[in-house]
Structures are given as C-alpha cells and as structure tokens.
C-alpha cells in the first residue's frame, strides 16, 4: 500500500472532511464552505479515495456516518480548530482601525441592553465599527444560517419561536445571565411605592405578547392560585409595552432587562406574584470563534451584559 505524503496532501480537503462528517450532508457542508455542491462531492470523492472508506452512506434522503467516519470526527474537528489558531494567533488587532458592522439579532428588550453595553465597551476603543439590531424574524434566516449575522441572543429553554430551517444547536451558546421579571409604573403612579397582590389584580396591564398569545407568565401563575388580571392594552413589542406603561396607569410586568435603572420617569418595583426566571444565552456560527474582531466584540459585550444584570 503507498503511502500519502503530507506534502502531497490539499489541506482544503481537511477543512471539507471536517465539515462533511460535522453536517453529514454535501449540501449543508456546502454552504458552510460556500463553494457549489458539485466541488464537495469531487472532494468526497477523492477522501473517499484516499481514506479507503466511503465515510458517507446515503439511507433515504439522509447521509449516514460510518463507522470510521465517526471515529474520525471529533480527531479532524480538533485539527481544524489547531489550524485556525495557528492562522489567527500572529494576527494584529487594532480596534481602533475597524470598520464595518457586527450584527446582532435579539429582541428589542435585549437589543436595548446590547446598545448600552456596546456603548460603554466597545464604542471608546472602536469608533469606526457600527452596530446592527435586528429581530430574530424569518428574513434573517438564511444570513443567520450562513454566519452573516454574528451574534443571536435568546432565552433557554426556547422561549421565541426562532425562524424556519434555524437550528440553534447548529451554533456555539454560552449563558449571558440569569433573566428575572420586573414589574414597573410610571413616576406618580399610586403604587410606585410597593404594590400587593390586591392592588396588582385591581389595577390594569400591559400584556407583551411576541408569539400572539392571548395570556403571559403572570397570567399563568394568577391561573394557579386562582386569580386573574385585567389586559387593557396588548404589544408584540417590549419597547412599545414600555412606553405605554409611561404614559398611562398601566402596569407592566417583563424581562427586567427591559427596564434600565437609569430611567428617571418610572420606576421597578418587587412583582407580588411570584414568577420563574430563566437564563439568557448568546450564539454565534463556529466559523466566527477565532476570528479576531469577533471575538475581542463578543467577550467585551458578555462580560459587560453579565455585569449589568448582576447590578441592576
């Protein structure tokens, strides 16, 4: 048997042998390579050649891995993830010289977050760099699949119905902070100064409802004790629910990320309804891992989101 030389070896096979045992698909590994379905299954095929094995066995209308294909996958990931260091790590990164967008895709609540972050740690040190919010909609679909859009922040377990066709166990997660529910008034609302169960069921609210339902998490723990309370106005919009909390004897019960401790015309104060928290992650495509820029963005904005939330 002849061996193959490491010089003779397309290392570009290596990042498409990668890709295909990670997707199991020629399609999919296509699109994350961006090169057309045909040039993959030239590579296949010539992996196939050099490894002795088929690697790929096509069931139906899926691929499926065999047995040495997937003793080879976590081997070949580690590989790729030692080339790209080694092709980053001599890299220069000036903040100050970076232009550009970096996208991020969040609901307004936490997009709201994400401005005063990026404001406080990443504008100083990068003036050029702009900053995109956008709404985790189906347009945004296909960019968030093809890592056009660098970052989606969402709650888990998933609480947003995320777009068609978007996996989100495709992308890398890490936990941002633990998100807790608020209840806030208007400044000289009669119950800026504490509100009790009583006064919460007899005053009227505010329903954020993004998904179009017709009850929130309030109204659910009412349900369980039995009680309720009186909807007066409905928005699929934090930032709408907001306003008309501000201008009206509303109260509004959301995210407490919604409300920014700086705000000087209403003000938080303890729900009496005891309501579940849960954990708020940001994701991103693993292509964007170790890419300079995205990184020195995304530990900055973590780091200083996590710190909000834990001071607010």
Sequence with gaps: MTRTRLEDLDLNLIVTLHWLLTEQSVTRAAARLDVSQPTVSHALGRLRDLLGDPLLIKSGRTMLATKRAEGLQPRVAEIVDKMRDLLLEEEKFEPSQQKGKFRIAAIDSVGA????AWQKVVQPDAPFLELDILQ?????????????????MLPEPKMLQLPPGVNIDEFVRRPLFEERYATAVRRGHRLE?????????AAEHILINPEGLD?????LALKN???????????ETFLLAREIM????????????????????????????????????IGWHPNWTHDPQHRWVRERLMSEIAYMAEHR
């Excluded at 201008?247 to 104060?269: E, H, K, M, Q, W």
């Design 225 to 235: 004790a039995g009680l309720s309370r009186r909807i007066a106005f409905r928005t």
């Design 246 to 281: 501000m201008n009206s004897d509303c109260i509004l019960t959301g995210p407490a990320s919604l409300f920014d401790p700086r705000a000087d015309d209403y003000r938080v104060v303890d729900c009496p309804v005891k309501l579940p928290s849960f954990t708020m992650f």
């Design 193 to 201: 100064n504490g509100i009790d169960t009583e006064g919460y069921i």
């Design 215 to 219: 009850v929130g998490v309030a109204d």
């Design 136 to 152: 985790p909609a189906v347009p945004q679909a296909q960019d968030l699949i093809a890592g056009k859009i660098d970052a989606i």
């Design 113 to 116: 977050v994400v401005v005063r």
